[in-house]
């Protein structure tokens, strides 16, 4: 199973740009790099998925460099509405979802 | 499109007692998951489901919590008998396919606190 390693908690002001990097120093040639959002009192939401350099949609980038042991997450232009706990999840998608370790997470807060 | 249903939203039981979770994942969708969110944690998966097959249920606390998918579908989640550390969110999830690589989105469900005594 591959182990993520993610800042515990983060600080940002409304209109940055926030990045949250994510460690997995033995991510498996089949593995994906999966980020979701979670809100209090909701189940994690979706935000990107990739396996190799960017990915962006309309929500996020996704940046993986080329040996793959890192990620970082770009969410542009925060609101306040983006406070949430963030998750970096990595493993092969073929297989169980066990491997898929959501960890403790990265809490976000935005700050007026 | 209607989103992954849960229910109930909240349960408080005593210890000893025993507890039902009901989920209703999204149309078509194949794959099933049972999470287990304890309070400051991430959510730990405990059983996995792909049409009404288990498909990995390795951290399920068997001697006490049980699920079914009849007809691969809906889910039921039972905790019994509980124990004060079974205190948690339980999340339901699906997604199109677990089995078949590439892009693996779960959506999830609001989840069911429950809270023992």
């Known amino acids: 199973l591959a182990k993520t390693t993610q800042p515990i908690s983060m600080d940002s002001y409304e209109g940055q740009e926030v990045n949250i990097t994510c460690s997995h120093n033995n991510i498996a040639t089949n593995d994906y790099i999966t980020w979701y959002q979670q809100f209090p009192s909701q189940g994690p939401r979706f935000i990107i998925q990739?396996?190799?350099t960017k990915v962006t949609n309309e929500v996020a980038s996704l940046f993986i460099p080329a040996d793959r042991k890192s990620s970082t997450l770009s969410l542009p232009r925060v609101s306040l509405s983006d406070t949430a706990v963030y998750y970096c999840?990595?493993?092969?998608?073929?297989?169980?979802?066990?491997?898929?370790?959501f960890g403790s997470g990265t809490q976000l807060t935005v700050l007026p | 499109e209607a989103g992954v249903a849960q229910s109930p939203r909240y349960k408080i039981i005593e210890k000893r007692q025993s507890v039902a979770f009901w989920c209703n994942p999204i149309?078509?969708?194949?794959?099933l998951y049972w999470y287990q969110q304890i309070l400051g944690q991430g959510p730990k998966l405990l059983i996995q489901f792909q049409n009404n097959g288990v498909v990995d249920d390795s951290q399920l606390p068997k001697d006490r919590f049980s699920a079914e998918r009849l007809k691969g579908v809906d889910s039921t989640l039972k905790i019994q008998p509980a124990k004060l550390e079974d205190s948690a969110v339980y999340l339901c999830?699906?997604?199109?396919?677990?089995?078949?690589?590439?892009?693996?989105?779960?959506?999830f469900g609001p989840g069911t606190r429950l809270t023992v005594t």
């Open positions: 999840l990595v493993g092969d998608m073929g297989g169980s979802a066990r491997q898929l370790t």
């Open positions: 990739g396996y190799k």
């Open positions: 999830a699906s997604s199109l396919t677990g089995l078949a690589g590439g892009r693996y989105e779960q959506y």
């Open positions: 149309s078509g969708h194949a794959t």
